[in-house]
């Protein structure tokens, strides 16, 4: 069966400090990938979208970047973080939906807080 | 995607039927409706999908109507671990079979109380 892995779990960062957040997924191949963020006490926003290695397609101007350096790995990643970085990041990906799949499957989410 | 209209907050008993209601009216005929739950501090969940007809699985059962809409999410005996933000989201399946780039809307709070 296909699992989602994301971490860290909580993070705890200063401003101006790098950020690498990880998400792999296994038991899938060529998936979709995809990072959303939510700040506190708003929706759910699209970040960045991979539909295969090496392409990333970014949804909003932001202090972030994302990577896809192997078919079921997608990282995201920062130089500096600035405050409003903070929030709950998640990690989803799905497949083609001739193959069966409903849709998109969420990670646990990376909770990040920059001070 | 054609956009949705949910309310932002509803109460349900525990054990009594749950229904959320989702306003796209101007959705296409190539459009589905998917239903995601959110609990708190989890990513979301996908609950049920569907085109034109009306589907029940084990968590829950969508009616579309038949002009397609609206449609309403049933979670027929809710308890109090439904407690969660529910998003109605339409979009498009690519031609191609791929799909992404599903966009959340601010969804229905709906507290469960006992």
């Known amino acids: 069966s296909q699992t989602i892995h994301q971490w860290p779990a909580t993070l705890v960062q200063p401003v101006g400090s790098p950020l690498s957040l990880e998400c792999t997924v296994e038991?899938?191949?060529?998936?979709?990938l995809y990072w959303y963020r939510q700040a506190a006490g708003r929706g759910l926003q699209l970040l960045f979208y991979?539909?295969?290695?090496g392409q990333i397609s970014s949804e909003v101007p932001q202090n972030l970047s994302a990577s896809r350096p192997q078919d079921r790995q997608f990282i995201l990643s920062s130089k500096k973080l600035l405050l409003s970085d903070s929030g709950f990041y998640l990690c989803a990906w799905s497949v083609g939906w001739g193959q069966g799949n409903y849709g998109y499957t969420f990670g646990s989410g990376t909770r990040l807080t920059v001070v | 995607d054609a956009k949705t209209t949910q309310p932002p907050s509803m109460d349900c008993a525990e054990g009594r039927a749950a229904n959320l209601p989702c306003n796209h009216s101007?959705?296409?005929?190539?459009?589905?409706v998917y239903w995601y739950r959110q609990i708190h501090s989890q990513g979301p969940q996908y609950i049920i999908h569907g085109l034109k007809n009306n589907e029940t699985n084990e968590m829950a059962s969508l009616i579309i109507t038949e002009d397609r809409k609206s449609s309403t999410l049933i979670l027929p005996h809710a308890t109090l671990r439904d407690t969660a933000v529910y998003y109605c989201i339409v979009r498009v399946v690519n031609s191609g079979g791929s799909n992404y780039k599903l966009t959340f809307g601010k969804g229905t709070l709906l507290t469960v109380n006992p």
């Open positions: 101007t959705i296409s005929g190539n459009e589905y």
């Open positions: 038991g899938t191949s060529n998936p979709n």
């Open positions: 991979s539909v295969g290695i």
